[in-house]
């Protein structure tokens, strides 16, 4: 009965290659998120779909593409990783602008 | 840009002994969250607060907003090894998105 789950927990990847996050919740929420968290807990907002449609997108390089194909799903796809791009990535969903639930984060290490 | 400034970054107590974390901004927020996030694990929300000046009680953790709405403290009474964690406050500044503090890392030694 897991509310927002996410796949991998944990993702080790050489530089240059491109890898895939999922995002996947089922408590029927409209509004999906993809935050940041980087080496000093900051946790910062990348991009935000509601019902499908990208309504945040933060300053972040287009070797980040998140794609939702359904409103229970919201994926991201890192082109080209680089060393600063490792860190911990939360998924979250929202009904609106209510509160957040977040998922249990991809610890994501690029050697 | 608006910011949310957590002070302290770090805070190493005693079982049994009370604490106060603060969340502050330079700029008026329309509502505020608190979250805890335990290690390997994503926040989790503890409470919001809207109106200022609002105080809320959440067993031993007491919430208040500041009459100005650009800041608010998180009060723990008697704190347990339990509390042990992240503490995130998340501002919503009227651009439908949530902005998170720097983060206070408290660890609770039995």
């Known amino acids: 009965d897991t509310a927002v789950s996410q796949t991998p927990k944990y993702l080790v990847t050489q530089m240059g290659n491109d890898k895939s996050i999922k995002c996947e919740q089922n408590?029927?929420?409209?509004?999906m998120y993809w935050y940041k968290q980087d080496s000093k807990k900051f946790l910062k907002i990348m991009f935000s779909?509601?019902?499908?449609?990208?309504?945040i997108n933060e300053t972040v390089p287009n070797r980040f593409s998140p794609k939702s194909p359904d409103k229970a799903h919201l994926n991201l796809h890192i082109n080209s990783l680089e060393l600063g791009d490792s860190a911990v990535y939360f998924c979250?969903?929202?009904?609106?602008?209510?509160?957040?639930?977040f998922g249990p984060g991809t610890r994501l290490t690029v050697l | 840009t608006q910011l949310l400034e957590q002070s302290p970054q770090f805070l190493s107590i005693q079982e049994g002994e009370n604490l106060t974390v603060y969340c502050n901004s330079s700029?008026?927020?329309?509502?505020l969250q608190w979250y805890r996030q335990e290690p390997g694990e994503g926040p989790v929300l503890l409470v919001t607060?809207?109106?200022?000046?609002e105080v809320k009680k959440l067993k031993r953790l007491t919430f208040q907003f500041g009459d100005a709405r650009k800041d608010s403290s998180l009060h723990i009474t008697a704190a347990q090894p339990g509390d042990t964690g992240l503490y995130l406050c998340?501002?919503?500044?009227?651009?439908?998105?949530?902005?998170f503090g720097t983060g206070t890392r408290l660890t609770i030694i039995p």
């Open positions: 979250a969903s929202s009904h609106r602008t209510d509160t957040q639930y």
């Open positions: 700029s008026v927020f329309s509502s």
């Open positions: 408590l029927g929420h409209d509004t």
């Open positions: 779909y509601n019902n499908k449609e990208l309504i």
């Open positions: 607060v809207v109106t200022g000046g």
């Open positions: 998340a501002a919503n500044f009227g651009n439908e998105k949530l902005t």
